[in-house]
Structure formats: C-alpha cells, structure tokens
Nanobody
C-alpha cells in the first residue's frame, strides 16, 4: 500500500487549504486524515468510509470536509477557516478491506500563521 499526500503549505488564519491523497495497492474501506503537532500525539482529523460515512474531530467540525473519489482512489480534506492551532503535519491514512492494519502516508506540513 502506498499513500501519497499533497496540498500542504503556509496560510494565514482564516484561510483555506485542500489536501489530497492518492492511495494504491488495494481496495480501501476507510480513508482519512490524522495530524500531529510538535510535542503532541497524532490525532484523528476526519475519516470517510467506502459508503461515504464521515467522522470528524470536534475541533474541526463545521470547518473541514473530508471526501473521497473511489474510482481514482483519492481522499481529500478541504480545510476552511483555518486556525493557528491547526498547524501540524497531516497524514493520510487507509484501511483495506479484509486487512486490519492502518497504513500511513508520508505527511504534509500545514502551517497557519496568526
């Protein structure tokens, strides 16, 4: 399994970014995004199942939207109204059908300036 994330960058508070991740090497049940800020544990941001059921961290509800394109094996994270506390490395994550392992991409840096 390979996960290739892109779309991170530097943005001012209140701005927007869109992350993308291409998954290969299987058929995926749940795709999603996690993040890890300096000195903190990796945390869930948002996930989406193969039937488009979504789950969000409370801290991003109403600001972030996760979606997927099953045909292209892509998952997206639209991030609006960004805050400095959203600054972190964002990791794409995937589960394959019939496989309980969680796979990770390489991470993309998101920095929100105040």
């Amino acid at each position: 399994v390979q996960l290739q994330a892109s779309g991170g960058g530097l943005v001012q508070a209140g701005g927007s970014l869109r992350l993308s991740c291409v998954a290969s090497g299987g058929v995926f049940s749940t795709l999603g995004w996690y993040r890890q800020a300096p000195g903190k544990q990796r945390e869930l941001v948002a996930t989406v199942t193969s039937n488009d059921r979504t789950n969000y961290a409370d801290s991003v509800k109403g600001r972030f939207t996760v979606s997927r394109d099953n045909a292209k094996k892509k998952v997206f994270l639209q991030m609006n109204s960004l805050k400095p506390e959203d600054t972190a490395v964002y990791f794409c994550s995937a589960f394959r059908f019939g496989d309980f392992r969680q796979y990770w991409g390489q991470g993309t840096q998101v920095t929100v300036s105040s």
